[in-house]
């Protein structure tokens, strides 16, 4: 078993800056590949980013990709979102997922192990 727990989200204006945090704690940080998702009110929960098990690899979302950047903290078994130049069509509850198989995927049901989400809201 993994637990997750996100912190980090918040109220911002447009153009503004969140970092995110999910601490992961139960097994072996680095034998997960790590991934964000988010769910906006009224659709589908939708892939954002995810980190190889040694943080050397990423993959993002189109719609995020220049803005956000993951990073992981192997030490303090934390991932990282660091959200720049936020747009009101961000704000969503931001969920941490972790997944034990070393394969990389954007689907959701695939990932094992999910924080309770935080949530991010742009002002415009």
């Known amino acids: 078993q993994v637990q997750l727990v996100e912190s980090g989200g918040g109220l911002v204006q447009a153009g503004g800056s969140l970092r995110l945090s999910c601490a992961a704690s139960g097994r072996t940080f680095s034998n997960y590949v790590m991934a964000w998702f988010r769910q906006a009110p009224g659709k589908e929960r939708e892939f954002v980013v995810f980190i190889s098990r040694n943080g050397a690899g990423t993959y993002y979302a189109d719609s995020v990709k220049g803005r956000f950047t993951i990073s992981r903290d192997s030490a303090r078994n934390t991932v990282y979102l660091q959200m720049n130049r936020l747009k009101p069509e961000d704000t969503a509850v931001y969920y941490c997922?972790?997944?034990?198989?070393?394969?990389?995927?954007?689907?959701?049901?695939?990932?094992?192990?999910w924080g309770q989400g935080t949530q991010v809201t742009v002002s415009s």
């Open positions: 997922a972790a997944k034990g198989t070393n394969s990389y995927t954007i689907t959701s049901s695939e990932y094992d192990y």
